[in-house]
């Protein structure tokens, strides 16, 4: 793919040693209970610290770079027709909570967010609370940085950052909202060592070309998808998170957005572990996908995915499902569904070089109208219906591949090369049904019983079969049989 793993371009720089003696030596400008904190703010100088203690009513409109130091219990309200805060310069907040209460004059889709960011705002937060009918933070072209900052109880999104917005959320929580989004194109979100969940929608948005990087993060419990990217030009990374008991799709990835997972853990959700739809990439890399209620790794119409290096088990459907799509899958594992292992539908390409398919209740892989590459792969059986099924017209090529106690079974006009496999347990090749292939320079199992054919053809289609033995140095040749009614 012709993206990478994103980080965020253009961290703030550190304060040189200057500017933070100077905030150091500046005399603090108390503001208790009894104060006017909005008259304080309108006539500090630039640069000011003030220092705020007790209950304080909003709103504010910072235009000018300042400081506000909060002692704990601290905090800042407003039911006006406006922000809480409006920020237009570059204001730094510590220790403050900041709410934005309702407003019985509008509707509840009109409430105001507690707090906005115009463009070329710049806003610093660190251990803060936000709450809001409204939107928690809005952010119009702005900047901001959250550190350690609890967001929660608030009906609409946490933060939105819009179109040209930068973010980063580092340290935080947030829970009891509409989750967080970053919508827009040049708008580059991080979130960082953050616990998102029990949200009302999903836990993160990404969408309508915004980046975001999500890093190190829990994400959990949130009444829809985990983790949403959608639309074109839209692209995330989700690097070392869990993204579990969400109640739809753990990771959704859809309206040709890209996505790449890289060290995570997708688990206990109740839809797909990661769904991946509409023309969208997806590049998956040392991760593990499981005990999820519906597929683990679902890629369909006309998406793409690369997986590497990569564990799938436990999924009540497929372990991975391609469908008109094309997948590489290497170096991964892919075992102990309650399904089928790896299901290939509807004109999908899929390349499995590398991997292990084993254990699930259903067929190991099945491939219909597809096309399908098995390469240095093991695959092995577990239950009474463990198979590699080939059917309606596809195409497989099986090379160096160990297949045990999984027959190899051709219908409906589909074609395959079986080549240098190793073929334990009931490791027959069966062609049936008009269906064609050659079998060659393959060992089958010694348990067989004498005479027991070990590549059937029931369809009378050509098979050639080349340089195929058991363990014992006995040739096997096709026998060709009529096929039960």
Known sequence: FDFVVMKRSGEDPPQSDSKKAKEAQAEPIHVGPDDDLKAVVEAAADSSVV?????????????????????????????DERSTICVAG??????????????????????????VVMTGGRLLMEQCEIGSFGNGLE???????????VLSQISGRAVLWKTGSRGLLEGCQVFETGGLVADGASTDVNLKTSKIFNNAFDGVVVTDGARACVTSCEIFENKQVGVRVDGIGTEATIDSCDVHDNHEDGLLVQ???KCAVVASNVFHNEGTGVHVQEQSELAATDSQVHDGQQAGVSIT???????????????AESGLRVETSTVSMTDSKVH??????VLILDSSRTKLQDCQIFSNESSEVRVEISQVQLADTRVEGAGTESELMIMHGSQAVIQNCTIKDAPVQLTDNARALVDGCNMEGKGE???TDGCTGSVRACTFADTAEPGTPLVVNEGRGAVNVQMCATGQGNTVTAETRKAED
Do not use: Y
């Open 51 to 79: 220092s705020i203690t007790g209950n304080h009513q909003g709103p504010l409109d910072v235009t000018k770079n300042l400081v506000l130091e909060c002692t704990k219990g601290a905090s800042l309200t407003c039911t």
């Open 90 to 115: 570059r204001l730094t907040v510590r220790g403050l909570k900041v709410l934005h209460e309702k407003n019985e004059s509008l509707p509840l889709v009109s409430q105001m967010p507690t707090i």
């Open 139 to 149: 952010v119009q072209g702005g900047d901001t940085t959250l550190t350690n900052c």
């Open 255 to 257: 309206g040709e957005s």
């Open 301 to 315: 119409s006309g998406s793409r995915g690369v997986i590497t290096n990569c564990d799938v088990f436990r999924n």
């Open 336 to 341: 102990e569904q309650e399904g089928t292992g």
């Open 429 to 431: 090749v069966v062609f």
